[in-house]
Structure formats: structure tokens, C-alpha cells
């Protein structure tokens, strides 16, 4: 017996890990917008769909109770839009990659959305705050039909700036993936490590930015005119004119998509610079007036 216990003693220590997912359906019903497919493992859940302007549009809350991702956790979103249907999902909070273990497990987060025709998906999470020494790679999967409309965006903090905690160790991956009728059409993809720190530092790059943001909003109807986007896009650089300091925000179109991207040291200037955006794009693809999720005013 002493043999035995010598050899387990002997073995290294197995590391902990959290993995959890979440598989939710939305279709559209002769009563709105309905949940009606959820199923989850682990801690990562949604209590149920809110309708705060009207029953064809669910508001969904994702809830994750750790808050984080240690070395060696998981998380798994797939959200199916059914045709017609139309669904705002965020988050209560930031996210967090925590420090990672000396052994560098990777702390993944991925989320897939599957639109199909007509449906309309906005994914507004709050931001990711990714600590110094973190082992991080998020992607986030977008998987459209003919018809569909996409409107989301990402906000990464990049250490602690607060605690005079900068990001100068660790590795963070991040990935944005749309296809459009199985077709690529937007990707977009920052892979931050000791050997980039030097040139995310640099002017060309970063410019030593800790908060970073894109948005993207489409695809743009071939029945739009062009004088009709260009003035949208005019009115979308007109509402980032409040910035002020060193953060830099600007839109672009590309592959029918109006991409907005912010740089600075501000997560909540980003996200006012991403609901300013968001107010003008939401009513000119969907036709919906803008309508804040109220756990952001909690």
C-alpha cells in the first residue's frame, strides 16, 4: 500500500477545469420571438428571454457565474436563429481571462451564431478584461443566410491600467469569423505575444492602447443606394465626434459590412462609441429604434 500512495505522490498534479456551454434556438412564432430550445452544462445559463419592446424581439442575458476563465477553462455558445427571428443577446459584465498557470493551459471562449433567412442577431456583450499573464483566445463564428442581418461588436481591455497593471506578459488570440451563404466574407484576427508586444507598442500599431474595439454591422441590401450609405456613414462619424483625449474611433465599409473600430484607454468610452454607432445602424437595417438592454442601467 505505502508502494501505491509513493507512486500517486510521485504523479503530477492534475489541473483544474471548467468547461461549460450553452446551445439555445429562437424562432419566430405567431406569438413573437420565442425561446424554444436551451440546454447548458456547467455554469453558463440564461434565465429567460425579456421582451422590452415588443414580443418579436428577445433580449437574453447570458449569465456565467465565475465571472472568468482560469487556466484550462471553456466556454461554448451556439445560439440558432430560426427564420424571422430576431434576438439581442449581452452579458450583466465584463469578462475576464484571468492570470494563467505557469503550465500556460489555454482559456478559450467561442461563440457560434447561425442566422437563418431574414433573422436578425445583435451580440452586444460587455467587455473582456484580459489580465496580465493570461493565456486567452476568444472566437466568435457568424455563420449568416440570405436576408439575415448581423450587428455586434468586441471590446478588449488589455490588462490593468487602473492598478498600473499593463499587459506585458501573457498571449491573447482573437479571432472574427462571417460567412455568407457558406461563403467568407469578413475575418478578422489579433494575435498579441511577447514576440508582437514591441510592435502593438509601436505608433503603426496599437500606439501602447490598452482598449480595443470593432463592430460590424450588415450585410448593407443591394437595395440601398450608395449616396444612401454614404450618408450613413457620414452620420456614423459625426456621433464619434464626442471623443476627446487620445482614443480614436472610425468607420469603414467592407464586404457589405460597416466596420467600426476603436483604440484608446477607455472601455466605457468604446462603449459609447459602439451604442452611438448602433443607434443610427440598428433602425437602418432592421427598422427597430434603438432599445437598450435595462441590465445596463442596473
Not at 153 to 159: A, D, F, P, S, V
Not at 174 to 181: A, F, M, P, S, Y
Not at 185 to 208: D, I, K, Q
Request: charged share 15%; aromatic share 8%; glycine share 10%.
Amino acid at each position: 500500500m505505502s508502494a501505491v500512495l509513493a507512486e500517486q505522490a510521485a504523479l503530477p498534479a492534475v489541473a483544474s477545469a471548467w468547461h461549460a456551454s450553452l446551445a439555445l434556438q429562437f424562432r419566430q412564432q405567431a406569438r413573437g420571438c420565442r425561446l424554444v430550445r436551451s440546454a447548458h452544462h456547467g455554469p453558463l445559463y440564461v434565465q429567460k428571454p425579456f421582451y422590452p419592446e415588443g414580443p418579436d424581439t428577445a433580449h437574453v442575458y447570458l449569465l456565467h457565474p465565475p465571472g472568468g476563465l482560469v487556466s484550462g477553462d471553456r466556454l461554448s455558445i451556439v445560439i440558432n436563429l430560426d427564420e424571422g427571428a430576431k434576438v439581442l443577446v449581452t452579458t450583466p459584465g465584463a469578462g475576464r481571462l484571468y492570470r494563467a498557470r505557469s503550465d500556460r493551459t489555454l482559456q478559450q471562449q467561442s461563440q457560434r451564431f447561425e442566422l437563418a433567412d431574414g433573422a436578425v442577431m445583435e451580440w452586444l456583450p460587455q467587455e473582456m478584461i484580459v489580465f496580465p499573464g493570461a493565456f486567452g483566445r476568444t472566437d466568435t463564428t457568424v455563420n449568416m443566410s440570405a436576408g439575415s442581418t448581423y450587428l455586434g461588436w468586441e471590446i478588449c481591455c488589455l490588462g490593468l491600467p487602473a492598478s498600473d497593471l499593463p499587459f506585458t506578459h501573457g498571449e491573447l488570440h482573437q479571432r472574427l469569423h462571417i460567412c455568407h451563404d457558406g461563403m467568407p466574407v469578413l475575418l478578422e484576427s489579433l494575435h498579441l505575444n511577447e514576440a508582437s508586444f514591441e510592435l502593438a507598442a509601436a505608433t503603426v500599431g496599437m500606439n501602447a492602447c490598452p482598449v480595443s474595439g470593432v463592430f460590424v454591422a450588415g450585410i448593407i441590401p443591394e437595395s440601398f443606394s450608395h449616396d444612401e450609405t454614404q450618408d450613413v456613414l457620414a452620420a456614423l462619424r459625426e456621433t464619434l465626434s464626442f471623443l476627446a483625449g487620445p482614443g480614436q474611433a472610425n468607420v469603414t465599409l467592407v464586404n457589405g459590412f460597416i466596420i467600426g473600430r476603436y483604440l484608446g484607454h477607455s472601455a466605457e468610452e468604446a462603449r459609447r462609441a459602439f451604442i452611438g454607432l448602433w443607434r443610427i445602424l440598428r433602425p437602418w437595417l432592421t427598422g427597430r429604434d434603438a432599445c437598450l438592454p435595462r441590465i445596463w442601467s442596473t
